[in-house]
Nanobody, 117 residues
Framework: QVRLVESGGGLVQAGGSLGLSCAASGSIFRPNSMGWYRQAPGKQRELVATIGSGGRTNYADSVKGRFTISRDNAKNTVYLQMHSLKPEDTAVYYC???????????WGQGTQVTVSS
């Protein structure tokens, strides 16, 4: 059974930095896409960043230039480095791994990121 284990997150002041990691345990084919999403209270879950198997990245406009996503294919792990954090970055952050063939889509349990002003 595949399980995603997230770590990192916590409380930081505005302008600070945090790092998240998410490791997939279990036997899986290499994900086509690995990514991070977030959900703030009262809002829908939104994409933060994704990275393809070849390293191509995609970021939400709100985090471009501040966040960096990376992956370690050997460890089936995805990372998110967050800099210049803002109070509006406060949310529960979820990692996701996805593959088309064979098809799977897994989510982490979520980790809280709180940015104080």
């Amino acid at each position: 059974q595949v399980r995603l284990v997230e770590s990192g997150g916590g409380l930081v002041q505005a302008g600070g930095s945090l790092g998240l990691s998410c490791a997939a345990s279990g036997s899986i084919f290499r994900p086509n896409s690995m990514g991070w999403y977030r959900q703030a209270p009262g809002k829908q879950r939104e994409l933060v960043a994704t990275i393809g198997s070849g390293g191509r990245t995609n970021y939400a406009d709100s985090v471009k230039g501040r966040f960096t996503i990376s992956r370690d294919n050997a460890k089936n792990t995805v990372y998110l480095q967050m800099h210049s954090l803002k109070p509006e970055d406060t949310a529960v952050y979820y990692c996701n791994i996805h593959r088309t063939v064979p098809s799977y889509d897994y989510w982490g349990q979520g980790t809280q990121v709180t940015v104080s002003s």
